[in-house]
């Protein structure tokens, strides 16, 4: 079993920044795909960016592709996504995601465990 908790949240104003991280507890966390996920009032879940077991393979939703950076700390059992230059669009519930295997995925689908997600607002 898996569980993950979510953290780094709050109010910003468009073109501001934070980092949300994921803390991860149980087995294996090192050898799990990972992902971040986000939504908003009203909307479906969607799929933000997701890492390999390594950090090797990154994948990016087109809508935060080179604003937003996801990057893990094995040793740590945690996983991050720096989030830059956001926009009012991007606020959401962020939800951290775990897969059984070492691949990440833009599947909603494939994750096997979720965490209880963390609020991103904008202030303007």
């Known amino acids: 079993q898996v569980q993950l908790v979510e953290s780094g949240g709050g109010l910003v104003q468009a073109g501001g920044s934070l980092r949300l991280s994921c803390a991860a507890s149980?087995?294996?966390?090192?050898?799990?795909?990972m992902g971040w996920f986000r939504q908003a009032p009203g909307k479906e879940r969607e799929f933000a960016a997701a890492?390999?077991?390594?950090?090797?393979?990154?994948y990016y939703a087109d809508s935060v592709k080179g604003r937003f950076t996801i990057s893990r700390d094995n040793a740590k059992n945690t996983v991050y996504l720096q989030m830059n230059s956001l926009k009012p669009e991007d606020t959401a519930v962020y939800y951290c995601?775990?897969?059984?295997?070492?691949?990440?995925?833009?599947?909603?689908?494939?994750?096997?465990?979720w965490g209880q997600g963390t609020q991103v607002t904008d202030s303007s």
């Open positions: 149980g087995r294996s966390f090192s050898s799990r795909g």
């Open positions: 995601a775990a897969r059984r295997t070492v691949v990440g995925s833009t599947s909603l689908n494939e994750y096997d465990y």
């Open positions: 890492i390999s077991w390594s950090g090797g393979n990154t």
